[in-house]
């Protein structure tokens, strides 16, 4: 079983995770400016719940397990009469939330931490409509760093997890042809696909280098807008589907 407060402490640690964060939260914004959604459910929001960076809605709705990131949630959401943040996974709280409708499912940072994400995918596509969009966004297996450690000889394949997957508890290795299987399995059809923030080395790595002033802010944005020129090799993947049929 997932032990659910070391996973708490071993994020909020994570060297390098905030910048990270900074450029997953911009392609989520790309997603949700394209898109507009007036009502939005959140799947697991972390420390940071996307409502801080997006105001446009009329509703949204957060579904949290961990009971640092909801009691966090819940304290940020004071005073919002239009956020609700429900403790729990989303398959125990389906009754409550189905109960509503959602123009987007946003599940990011979360499908390759969770053993049965088939399951959780699939409990998702109750909660949508034809119209609902969902968000997905999750670490690549081709990440340009993990196949510079590959062709280093420092793992056996591109699949193989890392320290800070097995420390982080992460139960898959994703590319965007096992993501897009696995949302096609569950009922959905891919809308559009891609990769984001190509990051040379790993997490540790570009800790060290951006404290020490090597990497700048520009050198960081140029990485994300590298993913124009390396399409497959950013550092995560995102995935906009959408119910079939």
């Known amino acids: 079983m997932r032990d659910l407060k070391d996973y708490q402490e071993s994020y909020a640690s994570l060297p390098f995770e905030q910048t990270q964060a900074r450029y997953r939260k911009r392609k989520i914004l790309e997603t949700l400016t394209r898109y507009r959604p007036r009502s939005i459910l959140e799947i697991g929001c972390g420390l ?9 809605f009329d509703a949204f709705t957060i579904v949290e397990p961990c009971e640092q990131f909801f009691d966090n949630a819940l304290l940020q959401a004071q005073g919002n009469d239009k956020v609700t943040v429900v403790r729990g996974t989303l398959q125990e709280r389906m009754a409550l939330l189905g109960s509503r409708s959602y123009d987007l499912i946003l599940m990011s940072s979360l499908l390759h931490e969770i053993p049965d994400c ?19 966004n999750v670490p ?5 760093h ?13 699949y193989e997890k890392s320290k800070v997957q097995q420390q982080m508890q992460q139960s898959h290795t994703f590319d965007l042809e096992a993501l897009a299987e696995m949302s096609i399995e569950s009922g959905f059809k891919v809308v559009e696909q891609g990769s984001f923030f190509v990051k040379p080395f790993t997490h540790a790595q570009m800790a ?4 020490s ?5 520009a050198m960081l944005d140029g990485f994300y807008n590298l993913s ?3 399409p497959e090799h950013g550092s995560e993947i ?5 119910l079939r049929g």
């Open 48 to 56: 940071d719940p996307f409502f801080n960076h997006y105001a446009e």
């Open 118 to 136: 088939a399951s959780l995918l699939s409990a998702a596509a109750k909660l949508c409509n034809a119209e609902t969009i969902v968000h997905l």
């Open 140 to 144: 690549n297996a081709k990440s340009f």
């Open 146 to 158: 993990r196949v510079l450690a590959l062709e280093m000889g420092l793992i056996p394949n591109l």
């Open 208 to 211: 060290l280098l951006q404290n």
């Open 213 to 217: 002033g090597m990497v700048t802010d």
């Open 228 to 230: 124009k020129h390396f």
């Open 238 to 242: 995102y995935m906009n589907i959408q």
